[in-house]
């Protein structure tokens, strides 16, 4: 590879800058493969491992299997407990999405508000909401439950999106607070002075410059919805209507015969829509923070 | 041996078909009985029942198939599932308890009893037994007071098991280790130290932490795990139960913690590295599932020569003391022990079916089922079986500390004495609550 570049490299001068950059280089990326192998180590073991026989895996350290068999994805079409696998991919999906929607709404409404609308009791109201984030899960989890039975809503998708939609999440509204503070003052200013109101400044002043605060939610909110396994598991009572971290859970047991090759494969294809969504915007996660240097 | 066992699945797929579209016939009967009989129920609608259990796929399936029949036999009753491993199990239940949602009926066990009871969850299920809804007549070995406590039947039991030594048989022949009913726990540390000479694997994984091995050790020496109230057993008992096994450890006799943490959630003897495991003989059918070796059941060592301490222990399926349809729940649980067919599909998954109806209605055919069911006949023929000792509310978390307070002990980073402090701080804060 360093060949070809000197190849290419028309200017004879650069040749001894290269020859004494060279080990340096050289040095460097094999430092970084060695790190990376270390890194992937255990995606690598994980892929291996869907390709091996399920008494196989546990245990053994081999990254590929010594005759790898398909079984383990195929056997997913049949699906688990007899529910098929699509149904819990399609309401994690369900889920994630609407959770991220919610999160866009509410979260930004909210956080225009703490940033730019100067009302009685906003210091007040913003610590409380940040003393929200020092509550445990824990601690909720029992009365959140009797609330939502009271309103009869156990084994539906509305406690586990409810609160997403009246920005409860309160890390979300401080990011987007605090990247709202940072924009210039006089855009707002201007605005007003064109005439516009409090959401015509929020539509189409504050949210796309807050892109970059948007994008890196969403990411958040759909790896967390996702992933998600104590609501779910609180909530919903019928295995038609379980995630996938829940359907995942569903190959093993300490006391019977124990599916682990499912389950790996099934984890495998359980990462792609993550990594397909993390993939599709980081793209303007990056765009958008080149962009915003707009305040100077 | 992979094929033969995948060859099993296969026909016992086909006997549950067999079993299911037979069982049409019976369902049918059994339709216009109730219909006849009938005049008690609501009338108008059906009545959903939420039914909860801890198993993954495999069992799922089964009692999906079971439920199918009971459906069909009861037409009026709808049956909603829903499952989780054990652990997530319990921590979804305790929240919908203490929400005052918990499922109408579900699979329980000895340790949470007390527990629950305390909390008023469970349902008295004798005024049901009255009512005619539910028939406590007919089970095995006197398991229908197991799910007995204070005159109130909180719990039905689906399936009896037993402690057992589960043994890897080619290790145990090369190490020349023959145990017997009757064996003692010299002539356990006998084998122990053969297998470590002659197999170089260690004898047995960590049968220091099982709590309810000990149980049968202190039973064996006229004590018991727990008494009504608390433990029953002093810090001087589990001091030497302890300082054994650290030596063991350290000698290469039990194997290295370490390793054994590593190969979890496998097993450390489908994982080779030790000859032998102490647990309950229906989990044998894991084993096989999860290594390669052929493994068999050993009965569990004495120290007079005679008494194991043994009993037999259980699943049982609860009722909730909130639940609207008391009956109905009866019903279900009635049905599902004593069903035929429902033992036909269930096998022994849940255990041995505990009454003599369903025991005899299905014969296992593979060596893994066969073994169990020899197993648990040797213990009648043997007359070791006793009853079971109270569990009060708090045992489950004695438990746990006890196996986990073991484990750190075997890794080093705690000395024996430590560890017994330890163990009996937590189950006195356990046992108060």
Redesign the interface.
Known sequence: MSAQATDITPAPSSKGAIRRRLPGSLAWHLGSLAILAVILYPVVWVVGGSFKK??DI??SLDLFPADPIVDNYTSLTDG???ISISTFFVNSLLLAVGSVVGILISCSLTAYAFAKIRFAGRNLLFTLMIGTLLLPYHVL??PQ??LF?NMDM?NTYTPLLLGKYLATEAFFVFLMVQFMRNLPKELDEAARLDGCGHMRIYWSIVLPLCRPALITSAIFTFINAWNDF?GP??YL???GKYTVS?GL???????????YG?MIAMSLVALLPVLAFFLAFQRYLIDGMATSGLKG | MQQGRDAERVTGRRTVLKAAGASLAVAGLGATATACGGGSGSGDGTVTIRYSWWGAEDRAERINKTIDLFEKKYPKIKVKTDFQPYGDFWKKFNTQASGGNPPDVFQNAIGFLRKYDAKNVLLDLSEQVKAGNLRMEGFRAGLEKFGEIDGKLLGVPVGSNSMALVIDKPVYTRAGAKPEMGWTWDDFDEAMKNIRDRTGRAGDSGMYGVMYLYDLYLRQNGKAFFTKEGLGFTEADLTQWWTKAEKGVKSGLFANAKKVVQVKPKSALSAELAGSEFTWDNFTVRYTSEGKSEYGLAPIPTTDGKRTGQYLGSLMLSASRRTQHPKEVAQFIDFMVHDPEVAKIMGYDRGVPATQVQYDAYTPTDPVNKAIAAYEESLVEAGVLETITPHPNGADVCEAAFLRIAEEMALGKRSVDDAVKQFFTESKTALAG
Do not use: C, H, T, W
């Not at chain 1, 859970?249 to 599916?259: C, P, R, W, Y």
């Open positions: 399920s008494e546990v245990g688990i407990a007899d989890l029992i439950y009797v039975r156990i104590m598991l609180i009572n019928e295995p829940l859970k569903m190959f093993v047991d300490q006391e019977g015969l124990a599916n499912g």
